[in-house]
T-cell receptor, first 113, second 113 residues
Framework: NAGVTQTPKFQVLKTGQSMTLQCAQD?????MSWYRQDPGMGLRLIHY???????DQGEVPNGYNVSRSTTEDFPLRLLSAAPSQTSVYFC????????????FGDGTRLSIL | AQKVTQAQTEISVVEKEDVTLDCVYE???????LFWYKQPPSGELVFLIR??????QNEISGRYSWNFQKSTSSFNFTITASQVVDSAVYFC??????????FGSGTQLTVLP
């Protein structure tokens, strides 16, 4: 049981480049989300999805796009990378009920030069 | 809007000391869930415990214990007889009716041998 899988683990981009961070879960979870972790700020919600075909913005959505075409996959796209997007990105999934804890991937460390 | 505050940025203790990590939250929801996660130096996020807003019973699990007080909007975490392996960043988080998980900024715990 792989849980939540994020790829790549590390990435260096130049300003203005685009890329997609991949996230896949094999637990048939309805709810998936993306967070970024910056020093001293905890984890902040970027986008989330309550099911296939449904996405919504979190606290810090600017500069990021998401889609949810299947239950399993929830990719995060950076259309034009900026140095302010240098961060560690975590994908998480959970069953839909509020009380269910989220399961996190191992994170993607992204540096924008 | 909901908010989680972890006022202690860093705590350092000597092995075998007890240590308490503070968490204060704000929410307008009457039904909500509180969580603690651990992030060891390896970087993954590990779920530790969940508490719902209607259950103020304190919980003990081995060397870990949690004190939930609704009257003060606090959900504190105590490690008894700390060990070097407890060194990590600990996050308190809140999930309400909107199902979004809001994290505190985290407390870096260092246990010295």
């Amino acid at each position: 049981n792989a849980g939540v899988t994020q790829t790549p683990k590390f990435q260096v981009l130049k300003t203005g480049q685009s890329m997609t961070l991949q996230c896949a879960q094999d637990m048939n979870h309805e709810y998936m989300s993306w967070y970024r972790q910056d020093p001293g700020m905890g984890l902040r919600l970027i986008h989330y999805s309550v099911g296939a075909g449904i996405t919504d913005q979190g606290e810090v959505p600017n500069g990021y796009n998401v889609s949810r075409s299947t239950t399993e996959d929830f990719p995060l796209r950076l259309l034009s990378a900026a140095p302010s997007q240098t961060s560690v990105y975590f994908c998480a999934s959970s069953e839909g009920q509020v009380h269910q804890p989220q399961h996190f991937g191992d994170g993607t460390r992204l540096s924008i030069l | 809007a909901q908010k989680v505050t972890q006022a202690q940025t860093e705590i350092s203790v000597v092995e075998k000391e007890d240590v308490t990590l503070d968490c204060v939250y704000e929410t307008r929801d009457t039904t909500y869930y509180l969580f603690w996660y651990k992030q060891p130096p390896s970087g993954e996020l590990v779920f530790l415990i969940r508490r719902n807003s209607f259950d103020e019973q304190n919980e003990i699990s081995g060397r870990y214990s949690w004190n939930f007080q609704k009257s003060t909007s606090s959900f504190n975490f105590t490690i008894t007889a700390s060990q070097v392996v407890d060194s990590a960043v600990y996050f308190c988080a809140l999930r309400g009716s909107a199902r979004q998980l809001t994290f505190g900024s985290g407390t870096q715990l260092t246990v010295l041998p």
